[in-house]
């Protein structure tokens, strides 16, 4: 493991083992703090967030943007935060930390027997979502993660994931997709981030006026298992209370290919996924590039 590796690696510890024993106030203060120290330096990061905020808020003016970034790192923070904490909150706080509305697509489609898959982009804080259905929903679910390096990080991400109820599979190795049809065959629940692929197998959509590509994954198991497609969007407002909204299933096309199929069903996610993003902007935690116009095939991907 390289120097860098491991710092990455101590500086998570220290996150889960530190941050999770301050105060709520104190965590947020903490967040808010760093997030305003990463927004003034102008990284990376922050550059690419104002570019694909520019995107979402067309004819924003540079202090517009600057405003969004600014807010948009300290709902990133928040996330962290909250995602340090989360496996110290009581059952009673993450019961109380989520409101969702439109939950009976959920609930009626697990009820009428059915698989259901639940397709996020990166908004807020989908941990905490998480968490808040296996606690009180009572219900358990399997995800994906990527695999992070070093290998150490990912090891810690996946025992976070399963510490608040979730079973967690590898996204490289082939396996995940057979264990996720599985799943909902049983009539499991599925939850899946599913806002960015830059990977061959990505399906190409317009999204907010240009072409992304998002994973094919979630159309593709509603197609093979029956099981329910539902898009869901999340945010913050001024209360330690996270929004939600389940949105209306996405249905699988009558006629064409599986291909064209995958398309019409893909394209109907990122439609609702840029509601929420238009909605509430400031809690898209895309730090990376993500229309293809953007990547440079000389680097790749970032």
């Keep these: 493991m390289s120097a860098q590796d491991r710092l990455t690696d101590a500086l998570y510890g220290l996150g889960w083992s530190t941050v ?31 570019s694909n905020y520019a995107r979402v808020v067309p004819g924003a003016s ?4 600057a405003e969004l970034s600014r ?7 928040r996330y962290w935060m ?9 059952e009673e706080r993450i019961k ?8 009976h697509y959920l609930t009626e489609g697990l009820a009428a027997g059915k698989g259901v898959i639940l397709a996020l982009p990166h908004l807020a804080n989908w941990d905490l979502a ?27 991400f996946v025992a976070y994931r399963e510490g608040l109820g979730m079973e967690v599979l590898p996204h490289s190795g082939g396996t995940a997709f057979g264990t996720l049809a599985r799943r909902l065959r049983d009539g499991g629940l599925v939850c899946l981030v599913a806002d960015r692929d830059l990977s061959a197998s990505g399906v190409e959509v317009g999204f907010f006026g240009d072409t992304a590509r998002m994973p094919a994954g979630p159309a593709l198991l509603a197609q093979q298992t029956g099981a329910l497609l539902l ?36 394209q109907a996610l990122a439609d609702a996924f840029a509601t929420g993003i ?16 953007d990547l440079d095939p000389a680097k790749g991907p970032s």
């Design 20 to 50: 999770k024993k301050l105060p709520e106030p104190v965590a947020v203060r903490l967040g808010q703090t760093i997030a305003d120290l990463a927004w003034k330096q102008r990284g990376k990061g922050v550059q690419r967030l104002e």
């Design 62 to 65: 540079p202090e517009r943007l």
């Design 71 to 77: 807010a948009g790192m300290r709902s990133y923070l």
């Design 82 to 90: 909250e995602s340090f904490r989360l496996p110290a909150w009581s």
């Design 96 to 103: 109380s930390g989520f409101d969702p509305k439109d939950l």
């Design 130 to 156: 998480g968490a808040w259905v296996t606690t009180q929903l009572g219900i358990p679910f399997t995800t994906v993660a990527e695999r992070l390096k070093p290998e150490t990080l990912y090891d810690r």
């Design 231 to 266: 898009p869901v969007t999340l945010w913050y407002d001024d209360s330690p209370v996270m929004r939600g909204r389940v949105h209306p299933p996405v249905a699988v096309p009558e006629s064409g290919t599986r291909a064209e199929k995958t398309s019409v069903m893909t």
């Design 278 to 293: 238009a909605d509430h902007p400031e809690d898209w935690h895309m730090l990376q590039r993500l229309w293809l116009a």
